[in-house]
């Protein structure tokens, strides 16, 4: 019986052995992909911190840009400004043409830059394009007077235009005239 219980519990210590070395076993290996688990986190933890540091780099570089491109265009008009002073102080008659010269190559500026004019004079009030500071006698709803020119970028609105609508009342010279 001796030899009977030794047996039996050497089989029983043999299989405690080749259990816990098993254990041990399957913890190196769930320790190793723990690790790597680990070390990928980490990567892709940095990699995404350099694509956020990339991505506000590359914003704050198209913000320059475009101010640049910007300055760029509008220093033309600056220089025509400057000529036609030049020119205004040796024939002060010739100041006009020029201001207005200077005028439409800013406008063509702003254009280039995908700027545009708010419908003005015979449009119809549009309180998303136009901001009314009066009210005149002549068609009620339509734009009669442009004080301030508005400016649209796209579909967004850069400044409105400040306008005078009319209030629908029509003067009795041109009730008149439409009569005779």
Do not use: C, W
């Not at 700027?115 to 009210?135: M, T, Y």
């Amino acid at each position: 019986m001796d030899s009977e219980n030794t047996q039996n519990t050497e089989a029983v210590e043999t299989a405690e052995i080749s259990e816990t070395e098993r254990l041990k076993a399957e913890l190196d290996v769930l320790q190793a992909e723990l690790k790597a688990a680990k070390e990928k986190y980490i990567r892709l933890y940095a990699d995404f911190d350099n694509f956020r540091k990339r991505s506000v780099q590359d914003l704050e570089s198209a913000h320059r840009a475009g101010k640049f491109e910007a300055v760029r265009s509008l220093l033309g008009a600056l220089d025509d400004l400057e000529r036609a002073l030049g020119f205004a102080q040796a024939k002060p008659q010739d100041l006009i043409p020029g201001v207005k010269t200077v005028l439409e190559n800013f406008a063509r500026n702003l254009k280039g830059m995908g700027v545009e004019p708010v419908p003005g004079v015979g449009s119809v009030f549009d309180p998303r394009l136009h901001e009314a500071i009066g009210a005149v006698e002549g068609e009620e709803g339509k734009v009669m007077h442009v004080y301030q020119q508005g400016f649209q970028y796209g579909d967004a609105l850069v400044r409105p235009a400040r306008v005078v609508v009319g209030n629908g009342v029509q003067s009795a010279d041109k009730t008149q005239n439409r009569e005779n």
